[in-house]
């Protein structure tokens, strides 16, 4: 039972414009919501994260946006650049601390 | 400042053995949470642990696994008598206090054991 989807495996972007990455979840219950960066072969890295009470949260070069009518979140980076190519996860808490996690977007940055 | 550290990277292991995968946390941090990925998933919570005691195996099959963070020591995953469908990515989180009360705190990852059932 996947309560968090992520429907775009992959996603290309040129460098300098935006990329955005889209997450949906349906567990109403999910409280706060977190996006992680992987590399092969490495441990998922923590990116940013935000609390059901706002909407957005930004840091940097990257924004995550809220939609909690919609049980919607989306990543937005931008300037992409081609380090930032990674799978990247989207992951929901419930009232506990576990993650749940999607099955994660590849972003490829071309130059 | 080391990160959570997990041993071996890699693990070979024959239907039947047993895999025993070890996670030492950030250093101060006393919650440990294990996942698991299979190939082309996202990672699944498997257990959660504090010092000593095991908080929440609710995400861990009921057969032949089993976790432990003892006071001292690193915390160690264990599969007994291994299949083919334990193959995996298993991925160590650490931090310092539980859940994300006030949004204050994360799971820190480690890089992974990558155990391979023949």
């Known amino acids: 039972d996947q309560q968090v989807k992520q429907n775009s495996p992959s996603l290309s972007v040129q460098e300098g414009r935006i990329s955005i990455l889209n997450c949906d979840y349906t567990n109403s219950m999910f409280d706060y919501f977190l996006w992680y960066k992987k590399y092969p072969a490495e441990g998922p890295t923590f990116l940013i994260s935000i609390s059901s009470i706002k909407d957005k949260n930004e840091d940097g070069r990257f924004t995550v946006f809220l939609n909690k009518s919609a049980k919607h979140l989306s990543l937005h980076i931008v300037p992409s650049q081609p380090g930032d190519s990674a799978v990247y996860f989207c992951a929901a808490v419930d009232p506990g601390y576990a993650l749940n996690f999607g099955k994660g977007t590849s972003l490829l940055v071309t130059p | 400042n080391a990160g959570v550290m997990q041993n071996p990277r ?30 082309e998933e996202g990672l699944k919570f498997m257990v959660y642990l504090q010092k000593e005691n095991i908080i929440d195996e609710s995400g861990m099959p009921k057969e032949r696994f089993s976790a432990e963070f003892p006071k001292e020591g690193p915390s160690i995953l264990r599969i007994q008598q291994v299949v083919r469908g334990d193959s995996a990515a298993y991925f160590c989180a650490s931090s310092p206090r539980d859940g994300f009360r006030g949004g204050q705190e994360t799971q820190y990852f480690g890089p992974g054991t990558r155990l391979l059932v023949l």
């Open chain 2, 10 to 39: 890699h693990l070979v292991r024959r239907r039947g053995q047993e895999a025993r995968l070890r996670c030492s946390p950030v250093k101060g941090h006393s919650h440990v949470y294990w996942y698991r990925q299979l190939p």
